[in-house]
């Protein structure tokens, strides 16, 4: 199984027609997903990468039946983009362009609340569900299905825990990188929970990183679940102290006093295993999946 999208996803792809979007989207219709429609306004009619291409994303759901869109789209164009998925009422926007003023994404939390439209990113290399469908970059090649959830807020070290996987001899059941930008979409909350419902995860790996408050939240969820998942985590830049400001949204309530060790410690406080090293994911996944 998988969580947020699947072989039976139907995708839509806002700004179909890109050069980065025409690259990516290839990839992922090889790979199996189900890419049913793009939307670029004026070229509505039109077919791209044997996709038909619509003028609004309404009109590309109705005619589809499309429930997730991927957005290949400038940083300045994720308000109306996030507008019109909400308005069609889809299920899942992944947002890959990075560095969306704070402002905006301010305004497009406030227009996801209340709506079941749910948002991974920006600056996401998106979601995978190995053997069924790619939403975004990842590099697919890497990633074989399997039984181990992978959640992180770094997008390169995403990678790295699925090769860690990969060692472990275990695959994965969806991977998700949750977005580099100041303000995200889906947080640690919403991807554990979401794992935790879904059966055929047997195990978690969480990377987190600097900034803001994702992990401790992350971690108070985890802690007062009755019924636990064996969840491993990891932390970015544990050499490197408190007292720097890495322009994060969430350093303006902790004065720029971001420490690494906090965030670890309410991990392993929560029960979750947090390794030191990241090259030491597959050692304790190999002791869990053993006991599952």
């Known amino acids: 199984m998988s969580i947020f999208a699947g072989k039976d996803t139907k995708v839509l792809v806002q700004g179909i027609t890109g050069t980065q979007a025409s690259f990516h989207i290839r990839r992922s219709l090889d790979y199996g997903t189900k890419v049913v429609a793009g939307v670029t306004p004026g070229k509505g009619g039109s077919e791209h990468l044997g996709v038909p291409v619509f003028n609004t994303v309404k009109e590309a759901v109705n005619e589809t039946g499309a429930n997730a869109s991927v957005m290949f789209v400038p940083a300045k164009h994720v308000i109306s983009a996030v507008k019109e998925g909400v308005a069609a009422e889809l299920d899942l926007m992944v947002c890959i362009a990075d560095n969306v003023p704070t ?19 920006p600056n996401t290399p998106g979601l995978i569900t190995p053997g069924e469908a790619r939403l975004g970059i990842f590099p697919e090649n890497i990633h074989t299905p399997g039984h181990i959830g992978i959640v992180s807020r770094s997008s390169t070290l995403t990678y790295e825990a699925v090769l860690e996987t990969t060692r472990a001899k275990a695959g994965q059941s969806t991977v998700i990188g949750l977005g580099d930008d100041m303000i995200i979409g889906m947080d640690f909350v919403d991807t554990l929970k979401a794992f935790h419902e879904d059966k055929e995860t047997h195990a978690i790996i969480m990377i987190g990183q600097m900034g803001g408050l994702f992990e401790e939240e992350g ?18 830049g544990n050499t490197i102290s408190g007292g720097h400001k890495m322009g994060y949204i969430g350093d303006l309530m902790t004065h720029g006093d971001i420490k690494v060790q906090d965030k670890v410690k309410a991990m392993r406080d929560a029960g979750i295993i947090v390794v030191d090293n990241i090259n030491d994911i597959h050692k304790e996944l190999l002791k869990v999946t053993s006991e599952c």
């Open 219 to 236: 971690a108070a969820f985890y802690r007062q679940l009755s019924v636990k998942k064996p969840v491993i985590g990891f932390v970015a």
């Open 103 to 121: 402002k905006d994404m301010l305004e497009v939390k406030s227009i996801l609340k209340g709506t079941k439209t749910r948002l991974i990113g």
